[in-house]
């Protein structure tokens, strides 16, 4: 049987970095990071590991293969991080401030096409992509507290 014990430490290549505005209330937080993290896990069919089962043979639902870095930024650090990941070619999963307004995916399109990619009010912004890559995407951006 495999246990947590057995199983050598995985060093993965990539890396995924979701980055919140700091001036963020806690529920907005947890929303944002929510929407991000459905973006940054559809974006590749290789990041969702294979389905939980307890020891009495429940099942469960896959999650992403590896692990999350959440980080904090001010508004400007934001928007040169999405032009950073733009300029590297890294699609980025973005939530804007109009987003807390809309009821639907369809609205939420339409509220990020409506603003050119220099002047979107991001509140947050999820990425995987090279570790190297990903770390100077986020540059200026803190650790999650």
Known sequence: MTTPENIPPVRFDTKVAIVLRDDLLPWQELNVTAFLMSGVATSAPDLVGEPYRDADGH??????????????ASAEVLASARAR???RG?????????LFATGHDEANRAAVAAVAADGLDLVGLGVRAPRNAVDKIVKGARMHV
Do not use: K, S
């Open 90 to 98: 890294v699609v980025a999963a973005i939530y804007t401030a109009d």
């Open 85 to 87: 990941a733009e300029q």
């Open 59 to 72: 099942e469960y639902l896959p999650m992403l293969r590896q692990p999350v870095v959440v980080l904090t």
